[in-house]
């Protein structure tokens, strides 16, 4: 399989900034590819990086447009409206401009790959481990909603493919009746012990007080 790499992706959008007669159909279908790749790597920053390269008015354009408010989603964590975004990118036909009844090859490879179990798989892993990073135990619905899946078996079923990270057991403990619990983490459980503790008194304050009222006087 072809790795990703954002240093090869950055380079090839900052060379359509030095010839920009090349942004036309094909150059504006490989800067959403290389933004949908950047957009696989959430939680990660590649996808901001890669759109302060890219000029407003290609970003004002489709697929880039839709590609840019995916991007807000995730970041805001409004999983379940994302997906129905996102889903409009594998519509070869969606964004096609006036009078345009060819849909390019490259446009179809991006729909091809949103259509595609890969990417969609490598967004929910992403989405379940921010998940289990922040709650132990979620109601169903919500994490149904999120990670786009229809019930109680198929995120079961998902849950046990996704390891936690830094170990071996699945990132889904159980579903019971209306909750899913996740994984105990060090992220997700409350630590015994590590309440805040007061380490200055009130007399050791007013003294300071006093000794700096004292020295200004």
Not at 15 to 20: H, S
Not at 22 to 35: D, H, K, N, P, R
Not at 73 to 78: A, D, G, K, M
Not at 134 to 153: F, G, H, I, N, Q
Request: with cysteine.
């Amino acid at each position: 399989d072809v790795q990703y790499c954002f240093d090869a992706n950055r380079t090839l959008i900052k060379l359509y900034q030095f010839f920009p007669h090349l942004e036309g159909e094909v150059g504006m279908t490989i800067t959403s590819l290389a933004a949908f790749l950047a957009l696989l790597q959430f939680p990660s920053t590649d996808f901001i990086s890669l759109t302060c390269l890219i000029p407003e008015r290609v970003q004002s354009m489709e697929p880039m447009t839709t590609l840019v408010r995916c991007a807000e989603l995730l970041e805001s964590c409004h999983f379940s409206d994302f997906w129905p975004e996102f889903r409009k990118l594998g519509v070869p036909e969606y964004g096609a401009q006036p009078g345009e009844t060819v849909v390019s090859e490259d446009r179809k490879l991006l729909s091809n790959a949103v259509n595609g179990s890969t990417a969609s798989t490598q967004i929910r892993e992403n989405m379940i481990k921010m998940l289990a990073r922040t709650y132990r135990s979620a109601p169903l619905a919500v994490v149904l909603a999120a990670l786009d899946l229809k019930d109680a078996e198929s995120l079961m079923a998902f849950g046990s493919r996704v390891m936690v990270e830094g170990g071996a057991s699945p990132i889904v403990e159980k579903v019971e009746g209306d909750f899913v619990t996740f994984a105990a983490t060090a992220d997700n459980t409350k630590r015994v012990g590590s309440a805040y503790k007061e380490g200055v008194g009130f007399g050791d304050i007013a003294a300071l007080m006093a000794k700096t009222a004292a020295s200004s006087a």
